[in-house]
């Protein structure tokens, strides 16, 4: 598995070629032979990774190879580490520059000694690997697919009695193929490896209904190695309900292409493609389906979501994503595996639910766990505490569940090299740990897997690598947010632990747990989990990059983390100590030059020392509730960070501005003494996308306007005036002036005292969400800009935000908005909807408001599926009779609304 590594060295070698050629003025020429060498390999190498587990003498050479990269990795950054040297002013300064030319020089001279040896291990592999380049050139995924069978066949023949879970997705699939609309619809079935895509599809497939509607019925398996031709005659054979004709076996796929399509004109047919891998195979065999106004189908599954969504861009989207079973769906299921329908034994119950959660509604998982579990006698305990304890391991060394490690394979081995390597360091976070998606981003740019390209930042590039994991179902949402996509995700157990295994082999990741930690000889990156027990101090980690400490872990403190530091290499770009007992900054980190990411996230570290001036490459800090509130002058020189986030009002200096690259600026406090300074040099951060301003005075207002005219890049904007003293009372909030709001703004939230609504907000064309706290606004302007803003999701007012008595929402307003929330708005009675208004709302939240009745017109709201109504009072309004106060408060108003949670407060 060398060439994950090698690939991963040239991107790093690319960059500084073309950017550092000053620097590496007498190294560069044993640079760039290497990287030559390096490009001649890595064709060769995607097959051989394939390959290497049948051959163990190219298992030895790929290691070896693998290893020779890492080393040219270390010896690059160890130089950049020798010169990053500074240099002071006047006399003492101009000796110790010339001092350090001299260090230089002999830098140089040592790393391209360094860097010739290396390239002589290169020669010597590159040589013993020359017998084996007549390995076929093809993807590795090729390779895979041709060697292993995933049980696809077997999921053919489950009998339907055997299923679990089936019931409500078969019933909708058929529906929809059963629909009575004349043009050809295409059906998608999206999902990860297991979910049993296949397995409904075939039960729809069967179904006598569907049998019946059909004239023409066709079953193709595509999988990620089709042979097109092979395809079409597989195809041709079943619609014609007999052997290949003989005339058409050597016919070429055009030709074959055009016999289905005549064929298939006057049918009304159905054709399932199962296991479709890329938008390129569908595209190749798409046209052969003529649209005839018959109401023919074609059911499309795929892992892949671009997949289904192209195969049905114009068939009304007609996409069916497979969900996991249910705690109860998937017992039920391990039942029949397992026991047969017998009782578990009460002594077995919780080793089962155990096991059973590992499985995370996974059918395939549960299936094969469950056969696996059956042969085992329900007397012997220990043996399955033993499938308890090492699920993971049982992965690698049980044959009975080699089927769901083909499974999760052949979704890996079709990642190229760049989505192999994010996708196994997400092994990091613990199981069941909930994914930033934010941190994980951040993480993937500063470990340099992420990087610019094409005018895109290396944030931007890490976040398309975080999609497309998303997109070939490799993570799962666990929360969805309207701005930015998922928040938060999660690992499937069983997948983590297929990437804990190839992390492990490929010397990704090293994890510790608490355990004795089994090491790779050199430790490249360690994940903290449960306990820093056995890691203080530790050769091993002489070259290690990355320190992070994810979870609740025990024994760290300033102390042991000194320690660990002292003992690590000077090498580390990335290191994460979050939620570490931390009570000051450790002096160490100021001296790991080198270093990216720094978080010290959830410490109690109050004081940021100037020594964090040394950090140049620094690009993330990240201080969220940390107990910082105020950062040094120093920070001024950080000019690479564009990441700085903290939770609390933190004062900054006047320096900030000199942060030109500075993407992310929360939350800042706009200070007593030099605020109308500091937002003035927010107006020189033009690259910032995010941007909290606590504790703004009123005088600064106008200031602030003039910067955020430059920041056209914002897509995220908190301003908060300064509070007086209550919770909820704030200092007026001038931003007036502002001409025009940022272009390519997302999300607004304003906390303050507005005199009148902004006349900018109209012109937010870009505008997902809107948070308005304390505004106490009485016009209805607010709604009549509001409305119209077209990609307008999310609506919030709090906290007195609006002071009139009525809200009215207009007919055709709110177009794209789907959720609104109004609480605490004291002064509101009544909230009136429009027919018309609102049409794809779907979650509404009232708390705290003196209704006098529910909302009028909430049964125009169809798309409706949650409303939260809190601290209702029932009994108002007095002044009315009781008929008038029971159409108020008619609960069938209610009744097209699947979910509700009415909060009573009867006063008295």
């Given at each position: 598995m060398a060439e994950i590594?090698?690939?991963?060295?040239?991107?790093?070698?690319?960059?500084?070629?073309?950017?550092?050629?000053?620097?590496?003025?007498?190294?560069?020429?044993?640079?760039?032979?290497?990287?030559?060498?390096?490009?001649?390999?890595?064709?060769?190498?995607?097959?051989?990774?394939?390959?290497?587990?049948?051959?163990?003498q190219l298992q030895v050479l790929v290691e070896q190879l693998r290893e020779v990269a890492y080393d040219t990795e270390d010896v690059l950054d160890e130089f950049m580490l020798r010169l990053a040297h500074h240099h002071g002013g006047g006399f003492y300064g101009f000796l110790h520059k010339i001092a350090c030319s001299i260090k230089s020089l002999k830098a140089r001279h040592q790393i391209a000694s360094k860097l010739r040896k290396i390239k002589a291990r290169f020669d010597n592999i590159s040589k013993s690997l020359e017998p084996f380049r007549n390995i076929e050139q093809g993807s590795s995924s090729a390779v895979i697919g041709d060697t292993w069978?995933?049980?696809?066949?077997?999921?053919?023949?489950?009998?339907?009695?055997?299923?679990?879970?089936?019931?409500?997705?078969?019933?909708?699939?058929?529906?929809?193929?059963?629909?009575n609309d004349s043009p050809l619809k295409v059906v998608s079935v999206v999902g990860m490896g297991g979910l049993g895509k296949t397995t409904l599809v075939k039960k729809v497939f069967e179904n006598e209904q569907v049998k019946a509607q059909f004239q023409s019925h066709a079953w193709i398996t595509v999988s990620q190695s089709f042979n097109m031709v092979e395809l079409l005659k597989s195809m041709i054979k079943q619609l014609y309900g007999g052997a290949l004709p003989q005339r058409m076996e050597?016919?070429?796929?055009?030709e074959l292409k055009e016999v289905i399509k005549e064929f298939l004109r006057e049918q009304r047919y159905v054709v399932v493609l199962d296991d479709v891998w890329s938008i390129g195979a569908w595209d190749g065999i798409k046209h052969i389906f003529p649209n005839n106004n018959c109401g023919s189908c074609v059911i499309v599954t795929t892992r892949i979501l671009d997949v289904a969504k192209a195969s049905c861009l114009e068939s009304l989207d007609y996409i069916y994503e497979m969900k996991v079973l249910s705690d109860e769906q998937s017992w039920t299921l391990f039942y029949k595996k397992t026991f047969k329908d017998k009782t578990c034994p009460s002594h077995l119950e919780n080793i089962s639910r155990e096991i059973l959660r590992k499985c995370g509604g996974l059918p395939l998982a549960i299936v094969v766990l469950g056969g696996v579990l059956a042969l085992k006698d329900t007397s012997r305990i220990d043996e399955w505490m033993m499938v308890q304890r090492n699920l993971g391991g049982e992965l690698e060394d049980n044959d009975k569940l080699e089927r769901i490690k083909k499974i999760f394979s052949l979704s890996y081995f079709d990642l190229p090299y760049y989505l192999k390597i994010c996708f196994l360091y997400l092994c990091i976070f613990p199981e069941d740990h909930e994914i930033e998606k934010g941190q994980v981003i951040r993480l993937w740019a500063a470990e340099g897997f992420a990087q610019e390209k094409e005018r895109k930042l290396a944030e931007e590039v890490a976040e398309g690598y975080f999609n497309e994991l998303l997109n070939r179902s490799l993570i799962q949402v666990m929360e969805k947010q309207y701005v930015g996509g998922p928040k938060r995700c999660r690992i499937h157990d069983l997948l983590r632990d297929f990437i804990i295994s190839k992390s492990r082999e490929l010397n990704i990741v090293t994890l510790?747990?608490?355990?004795?930690?089994?090491c790779p000889q050199k430790v490249r990156r360690l994940a903290l989990h449960n306990s820093s027990r056995n890691?203080?101090?530790?050769?091993?980690?002489?070259?290690?990059?990355?320190?992070?400490?994810?979870?609740?872990?025990?024994?760290?403190?300033?102390?042991?983390?000194?320690?660990?530091?002292?003992?690590?290499?000077?090498?580390?770009?990335?290191?994460?100590?979050?939620?570490?007992?931390?009570?000051?900054?450790?002096?160490?980190?100021?001296?790991?030059?080198?270093?990216?990411?720094?978080?010290?996230?959830?410490?109690?570290?109050?004081?940021?020392?100037?020594?964090?001036?040394?950090?140049?490459?620094?690009?993330?800090?990240?201080?969220?509730?940390?107990?910082?509130?105020?950062?040094?002058?120093?920070?001024g020189k950080l000019r690479k960070l564009r990441y700085l986030v903290a939770d609390y009002l933190v004062v900054v200096p006047v320096e900030?501005?000199?942060?030109?690259?500075?993407?992310?600026?929360?939350?800042?406090?706009?200070?007593?003494?030099?605020?109308?300074?500091?937002?003035?040099?927010?107006?020189?951060?033009?690259?910032?996308?995010?941007?909290?301003?606590?504790?703004?005075?009123?005088e600064d207002g106008k200031i602030l306007c003039s910067s955020l005219e430059k920041l056209g890049n914002l897509r995220t904007l908190l301003v908060c005036a300064q509070e007086r003293g209550k919770w909820n009372e704030f200092e007026l909030l001038d931003l007036k002036t502002l001409s025009s709001g940022p272009p390519l703004l997302q999300k607004l939230h304003l906390r303050g005292h507005l005199e009148e609504t902004p006349h900018w907000i109209a012109s937010l064309h870009s505008l997902v969400s809107v948070n308005l706290r304390g505004s106490k606004l009485r016009d209805d302007h607010l709604l009549q800009w509001l409305q119209d803003l077209p990609n307008l999701q999310v609506m919030v007012f709090q906290l007195d935000a609006y002071v009139g008595e009525e809200l009215c929402f207009k007919a055709g307003g709110f177009k794209s908005?789907?959720?609104?929330?109004?609480?605490?708005?004291?002064?509101?009675?009544?909230?009136?909807?429009?027919?018309?208004?609102?049409?794809?709302?779907?979650?509404?939240?009232?708390?705290?408001?003196?209704?006098?009745?529910?909302?009028?017109?909430?049964?125009?709201?169809?798309?409706?599926?949650?409303?939260?109504?809190?601290?209702?009072?029932?009994?108002?309004?007095?002044?009315?009779?009781?008929?008038?106060?029971?159409?108020?408060?008619?609960?069938?108003?209610?009744?097209?609304?699947?979910?509700?949670?009415?909060?009573?407060?009867?006063?008295?």
């Open positions: 590594a090698v690939s991963f060295l040239i991107d790093q070698l690319k960059p500084l070629l073309q950017k550092e050629a000053r620097l590496l003025g007498g190294v560069r020429e044993e640079v760039v032979p290497i990287k030559d060498e390096l490009d001649r390999m890595k064709a060769f190498l995607r097959v051989a990774d394939a390959k290497e587990k049948d051959d163990k069978s995933d049980g696809r066949g077997d999921a053919l023949l489950i009998e339907e009695g055997q299923l679990v879970g089936i019931e409500e997705p078969k019933k909708q699939l058929i529906g929809w193929l059963l629909d050597t016919t070429n796929d055009n510790a747990s608490g355990k004795a930690i089994l890691v203080e101090e530790n050769k091993c980690f002489e070259r290690l990059r990355s320190l992070l400490v994810v979870g609740e872990v025990e024994g760290l403190d300033n102390s042991s983390v000194s320690s660990i530091l002292r003992g690590a290499s000077k090498l580390l770009t990335v290191l994460d100590l979050r939620g570490v007992s931390l009570e000051t900054f450790p002096p160490e980190v100021s001296e790991l030059v080198l270093l990216r990411y720094l978080s010290l996230r959830n410490t109690n570290v109050k004081f940021i020392p100037g020594s964090i001036g040394k950090l140049r490459n620094l690009e993330t800090l990240d201080l969220k509730y940390a107990l910082v509130t105020e950062l040094p002058i120093e920070i900030i501005g000199n942060l030109s690259f500075l993407q992310k600026l929360r939350s800042i406090s706009a200070g007593e003494v030099n605020g109308n300074i500091i937002m003035r040099e927010v107006g020189k951060l033009t690259q910032l996308k995010s941007l909290n301003i606590l504790g703004l005075k009123t908005l789907k959720y609104l929330s109004l609480f605490v708005l004291k002064e509101l009675r009544w909230v009136r909807f429009e027919q018309g208004a609102m049409l794809h709302l779907e979650e509404l939240k009232i708390g705290r408001c003196d209704l006098m009745g529910y909302p009028f017109g909430i049964e125009h709201l169809t798309n409706l599926r949650s409303i939260e109504l809190d601290e209702v009072d029932k009994l108002k309004p007095q002044n009315l009779s009781d008929r008038d106060r029971d159409d108020a408060w008619d609960d069938n108003k209610l009744a097209h609304i699947p979910h509700r949670d009415i909060w009573s407060c009867h006063r008295t």
